[in-house]
């Protein structure tokens, strides 16, 4: 990457964003509301069960003006826009939310809480995963909780997670998706007893869509 691309990088004014779609939130508390997608590259938390391991590696996909997303972003009816990734907190995203906070565009970002909090957001999902160990401060600033349940020790990561939160956020068990069949009854069991948590489900990929 040339000098002055990376200074725009850092700013915030250039994203590298492997792909950008109009769709439904699939899955957590805004499970069902439409929005504008966009998923920024780049990642090192190295979740084996990844499925978006082509967004890794944010040296392969071009960046894109921030300005131009906030554009498309706003030409939609929605007026909403799900921040994802990768990890979209490996980038700045202070210069993103001020742009869309402009054009009156709701801000919802997913997050592992790996790196450091930037941008002001109307509904923050933090899945954190335990390859990378999260940020002390996104357990105070979450607004969602969502473990994937991969295999049962995740119950105990769950609740580990959950502890550290206040009780008035929301908390999700999801299945992964490769694993839901051997992993579903376990869930239902486990949210029976432990009704703080309900299920989230990848709902688009049952729908079929993006
Ligand atoms: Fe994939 Fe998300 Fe894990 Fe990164 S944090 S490896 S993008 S599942």
Not at 42 to 51: I, T
Not at 87 to 94: I, K, R, V
Not at 97 to 116: D, V
Not at 144 to 173: C, G, H, T
Request: with cysteine; proline share 6%.
């Amino acid at each position: 990457m040339n000098q002055p691309e990376e200074i725009l990088l850092q700013a915030g004014r250039i994203l590298p964003v492997l792909e950008e779609f109009y769709s439904l939130q699939g899955e957590g508390y805004n499970t069902g509301k439409a929005a504008y997608f966009i998923r920024i590259g780049g990642c090192d938390v190295g979740c084996r069960w990844c499925d978006v391991k082509e967004a890794w590696n944010a040296e392969t996909i071009p960046p894109v003006s921030t300005d131009a997303v906030i554009k498309r972003a706003a030409s939609f009816p929605a007026k909403a826009i799900v921040v994802t990734g990768g990890e979209p907190l490996t980038y700045n995203l202070d210069y993103l939310c001020e742009g869309l906070k402009e054009n009156k565009i709701s801000r919802f970002l997913e997050t592992s809480g790996s790196c450091a909090l930037s941008g002001e957001w109307e509904w923050i999902c933090f899945s954190p995963k335990k390859e990378a160990p999260p940020v002390r401060e996104m357990y105070q600033v979450a607004d969602e909780l969502k473990v994937i349940i991969f295999n049962r020790d995740d119950f105990a990561w769950a609740e580990e997670n959950r502890a550290k939160m206040d009780p008035s956020v929301q908390f999700y068990l999801q299945p992964e998706w490769s694993r839901r069949n051997a992993m579903m009854t376990e869930i239902v069991n486990y949210i029976k007893s432990n009704p703080g948590w309900k299920i989230s489900l990848q709902s688009h990929k049952y729908m079929h869509i993006p």
